[in-house]
């Protein structure tokens, strides 16, 4: 009996793909005896076939997948390949109202929102996912349609249309960001600025300041830690403005964003 641990010899590849399609990831192994597959999709596992087969993708298919090769003499396991829809991109939404939030307030949204189109027709909603506690509201709005529109121009309308949805009463605050992606943030008076990106991407803000957009579809994105290679004022600038942006938050002088964005901002 031959004893070999299992290699991957053909690395799954990375599918951008429309709605609707189907979709087939191959891993290609060696090893003996003949390696088991498993297959993983945001490190939990899917299936175990050879190939991992998808009929007719969906919203729910978007994620980062990898195959892993084991028998009794080791394992082994692929880079990540990322499933991703053509056209397809979400974005949340806070809203803090200054009354309890009602079913009836969220199904007025939901209505509003759905189907509407957005940025001289060039995108339109698919649909809102609301929920509500208190005099909070979380949306998940899902639009398809040309995602190279400019960030600030999607989110304008779409904090045009939260505010149109309930006749600008009740909202005191909205913050609306990239949800299935890295959302844009600066700091510095714009020194430095961190452009939306896609999920996995990286994004290079010099020759010597990049990070990466982790996450997952299911969670949303979120900025990993800044990589510095070179000697800049990156880290200096970035403390000081989280330390203002706290004091800001504690003595309640202006509406800040969410802090989960502001630590984005300043991790390192």
């Not at 060696?30 to 993708?57: E, R």
């Not at 190279?148 to 904090?159: A, C, F, K």
């Not at 990239?178 to 939306?196: H, K, M, N, T």
């Not at 969670?219 to 800044?226: A, F, L, P, S, Y």
């Amino acid at each position: 009996e031959c004893q070999k641990a299992p290699k991957i010899t053909v690395q799954p590849e990375s599918i951008f793909t429309t709605m609707g399609s189907p979709v087939t990831l191959e891993c290609h192994t060696s090893g003996c005896p003949i390696p088991k597959i498993t297959w993983f999709k945001d490190n939990a596992i899917v299936s175990n076939d050879p190939y991992l087969v998808i009929q007719a993708v969906t919203l729910s298919d978007r994620g980062f997948y990898a195959c892993k090769a084991e028998n009794n003499y080791g394992y082994a396991f692929s880079s990540e390949a990322k499933l991703s829809l053509k056209g397809v991109y979400q974005y949340s939404a806070y809203l803090q109202l200054n009354i309890s939030a009602t079913l009836n307030i969220v199904d007025e949204l939901s209505r509003y929102l759905t189907g509407r189109s957005v940025v001289n027709n060039s995108a339109n909603i698919l649909f809102a996912n609301i929920s509500y506690s208190g005099t909070t509201i979380n949306a998940l709005i899902t639009l398809a349609g040309n995602n190279t529109l400019p960030y600030n121009t999607i989110v304008s309308e779409i904090y045009f249309l939260l505010y149109a949805a309930l006749e600008y009463k009740f909202i005191s605050t909205i913050n609306v960001q990239r949800f299935d992606g890295c959302p844009l943030i600066s700091i510095c008076d714009d020194r430095y600025v961190w452009r939306e990106t896609e999920l996995g991407s990286i994004y290079t803000l010099s020759p010597c300041i990049y990070r990466r957009c982790g996450g997952t579809y299911s969670t949303g994105g979120q900025w990993e830690d800044v990589i510095l290679t070179c000697n800049t004022d990156y880290v200096s600038c970035a403390v000081s403005e989280l330390e203002d942006l706290v004091e800001e938050a504690l003595n309640n002088t202006k509406t800040i964003k969410p802090f989960e964005l502001l630590l984005q901002q300043c991790h390192y």
